[in-house]
């Protein structure tokens, strides 16, 4: 079974915790809250999405390149990483 | 008028745009979409978070900042950014 | 006197620091070190050039537009800083 | 022969343009030189040093986990480029 399906719980309870904190940020803008704290809030959704994106990562590394068999297979699904890293990490 | 009320249209925009990309992400989960895929929703969602929060970043240097009259004021208020990049910036 | 005066000695300390880092890395891939060696002495160094990028950037914020008594030239200043951000932060 | 050894004269004519990036901001410092020529130095020299790190992660992946016939060496590998991440991507 696919990491995305056996950690399908865990990864749900990760990405309503972020829906629920970008609600928050919608309210906190719509009430006209102070920029100091709308700037925390942002920082800690983004953050949030970082832990998901490293969680994920580790988990196709884990599944599709250590535990697959086939090398051919490995090489291709580590590209993805690289590319993914390549586009997004600083 | 602060730059969080003046923007507050165009920022909320933004928001509910992420709010559907991570309610897209929730879908992509819970239909167990390939993880290559979920990978990309979760950078791109980071990437408009990332946007987001330059977006503040700018509005509070040059509302909070650049347009503040008083020295004591200005030098707290970027305490605020250099806070954030401190915590949050890589 | 401008922060990069001010802070010449301290800068200097830092700069050199990581020159002392980059040429260990080169005597690490010269002597044909251990691959996990060498990306630990990498991030190493790139964390050091990002603590001295913060530091210059808040002398930057602070002397050039907190400290600054013409709002065009505060405007002016705290633009290099957005510029800078929105290249190289993530 | 591990990718260190066979990228060797690569890495290290990165690592030697990087070392005289180091030492152009030394002198850049010593001068007094205008603090915003001095950050986008700084800038380019973590952007360097962050293509490295990417090259070096890229070579750890595919020699030590793709090219990698037993699994167990594999799942060891893999941990040391997600605790580099973890510590250092953002």
Redesign the interface.
């Known amino acids: 079974m ?4 056996r950690d ?1 719980k865990k ?2 309870t990760r ?2 915790r ?2 629920g904190q ?2 928050a ?2 309210q906190a ?2 009430a ?5 704290a ?3 809030q ?2 800690a ?3 949030a ?2 832990g ?3 969680e ?12 697959e068999k086939d ?1 051919a297979k ?2 291709s699904e ?1 590209e ?3 590319a ?7």
Chains 1, 2, 3, 4 share one sequence.
């Not at 006209?32 to 100091?36: E, L, N, T, Y």
């Not at 994920?56 to 535990?67: E, I, K, P, R, S």
């Open positions: 696919a990491h995305i399906q399908k990864l749900l990405v309503r972020i829906a970008v609600a940020l919608e803008l719509e006209g809250d102070d920029c100091d709308v700037l925390v942002i920082a959704a983004k953050g999405m970082h998901l994106m490293l994920v990562m580790a988990g196709h590394l884990n599944d599709h390149v250590v535990a090398p490995r090489a580590a993805v990483l690289l993914l890293l390549k586009r997004h990490a600083r």
